[in-house]
T-cell receptor, first 114, second 112 residues
Framework: DSGVTQTPKHLITATGQRVTLRCSPR?????VYWYQQSLDQGLQFLIQ???????AKGNILERFSAQQFPDLHSELNLSSLELGDSALYFC?????????????FGSGTQLSVL | GESVGLHLPTLSVQEGDNSIINCAYS??????FIWYKQESGKGPQFIID?????DKRQGQRVTVLLNKTVKHLSLQIAATQPGDSAVYFC???????????FGQGTELSVKP
């Protein structure tokens, strides 16, 4: 168990809908990362937060947004969902978000858009 | 652009043999590398890391080798066990931030 908690584990929804994925980082970790894993794209970095502030942005679509709350949990919001958004979404955390820290990953949320 | 790639998408080994998983990276500015193991239905799990000022690091049954000259990273698993069956990813960081860039992954299958 990595200590990173993601909910829900599975999510099935329809095209055009909006969903929210939730992540609680390991105790003491201030930085949260979101990744998308699909069969054809592998693990793609979406966005990073540190202590409530956005720190880095990757290949995140404009339809997607995220935030980190004062209690350090994070949410990833996906809107106007398309079939191609079906993927595993992982949250990871690290202590301070610096270059030489390992990331600890949650078990992921499997999103299926029908 | 930045990319991390794996030479072999699948690797099958006999239980007890040593496994070597390779990874090529293209960004010479990368200064920190990590190997992750991902089992079915689970998130990536940290195995071992290495900084760019090192060329070898050993853990329990695992060794990571870094060759900066040819931008190559490898993971060696000694006495491979059935529990080692998983997809292995190499990942790199470019200094100044925390994000990881992942390779495509190699699936390791261990035959009993």
């Amino acid at each position: 168990d990595s200590g990173v908690t993601q909910t829900p584990k599975h999510l099935i929804t329809a095209t055009g809908q909006r969903v929210t994925l939730r992540c609680s980082p390991r105790s003491g970790d201030l930085s949260v990362y979101w990744y998308q894993q699909s069969l054809d794209q592998g693990l793609q970095f979406l966005i990073q937060y540190y202590n409530g502030e956005e720190r880095a942005k990757g290949n995140i679509l404009e339809r997607f947004s995220a935030q980190q709350f004062p209690d350090l949990h994070s949410e990833l919001n996906l809107s106007s969902l398309e079939l191609g958004d079906s993927a595993l979404y992982f949250c990871a955390s690290s202590e301070s978000g610096t270059w030489n820290e390992k990331l600890f990953f949650g078990s992921g949320t499997q999103l299926s858009v029908l | 652009g930045e990319s991390v790639g794996l030479h072999l998408p699948t690797l099958s080994v006999q239980e007890g043999d040593n496994s070597i998983i390779n990874c090529a990276y293209s960004n010479s500015a990368s200064d920190y590398f990590i190997w992750y193991k991902q089992e079915s239905g689970k998130g990536p799990q940290f195995i071992i890391d290495i900084r760019s000022n090192m060329d070898k690091r050993q853990g329990q049954r695992v060794t990571v080798l870094l060759n900066k000259t040819v931008k190559h990273l490898s993971l060696q698993i000694a006495a491979t066990q059935p529990g080692d069956s998983a997809v292995y990813f190499c990942a790199e960081k470019i200094g100044g931030g925390g994000k990881l860039i992942f390779g495509q992954g190699t699936e390791l299958s261990v035959k009993p």
